[in-house]
């Protein structure tokens, strides 16, 4: 029983295609976040969802974006695919207790997304 | 800006070595200190963290040294193994704001 999971595992597409990434946690946690790690294994966020709302978005091309059905669920929407966007997206999702915070993010298998 | 520096990027050790990775922070306000290991293919995993309250803290093999005044810590792996061989990020945060900033990782391998 996976705790986070990731479809599709791979995704190679064209240049200027649309393509989405689903993020499903079974944890029961209230926030969820995307990754983007690049080839040189830098992890940066991107977005950051509390209970369905964005909480956090960094400086990332409107050519993203994210969508949460609901808590359980983060998908990554993008755009007109360029060759920068290559990268592994990871999802994470973490439990906010009122006043004391775990912070401890629990991250899923990733998805390695080539664009030629 | 990088607001989490680590070092070094690689590092390779015989087995049974005591691999050393240190992280330097510059916001004071961060109160929460996790270390994540990474293997090819697989998502960051929480291995150990700590607080600012206390100096050190150990969780089996790994110890996690902090020094709040000079705004740095480090991992520690004792007695290193090549299942140790991974990559390796810390990171801070400040509670109850969830996100975390990564230092750019090092990547171990621990030679049989």
């Known amino acids: 029983d996976t705790a986070v999971s990731q479809t599709p595992k791979y995704l190679v597409t064209q240049m200027g295609n649309d393509k989405s990434i689903k993020c499903e946690q079974n944890l029961g946690h209230d926030t969820m976040y995307w990754y983007k790690q690049d080839s040189k294994k830098f992890l940066k966020i991107m977005f950051s969802?509390?209970?369905?709302?964005?909480?956090i978005n960094e400086t990332v091309p409107n050519r993203f974006s994210p969508k949460s059905p609901d808590k359980a669920h983060l998908n990554l929407h993008i755009n007109s695919l360029e060759l920068g966007d290559s990268a592994v997206y990871f999802c994470a999702s973490s439990q906010e207790v009122a006043g004391a915070s775990t912070d401890t993010q629990y991250f899923g298998p990733g998805t390695r997304l080539t664009v030629l | 800006q990088q607001q989490v520096k680590q070092s070094p990027q690689s590092l390779i050790v015989q087995k049974g070595g005591i691999p050393i990775i240190n992280c330097a922070y510059e916001n004071t306000a961060f109160d929460y200190f996790p270390w994540y290991q990474q293997f090819p293919g697989k998502g960051p995993a929480l291995l150990i963290a700590?607080?600012?309250?206390?100096s050190e803290k150990k969780e089996g093999r790994f110890t996690i040294s902090f020094n709040k005044s000079a705004k740095q810590f480090s991992l520690h792996i004792m007695d290193s193994q090549p299942g140790d061989s991974a990559t390796y990020f810390c990171a801070a945060s400040i509670s109850g704001y969830s996100t975390l900033t990564f230092g750019k990782g090092t990547m171990l391998l621990v030679s049989p």
């Open positions: 969802y509390n209970n369905k709302e964005l909480i």
């Open positions: 700590i607080r600012p309250d206390v």
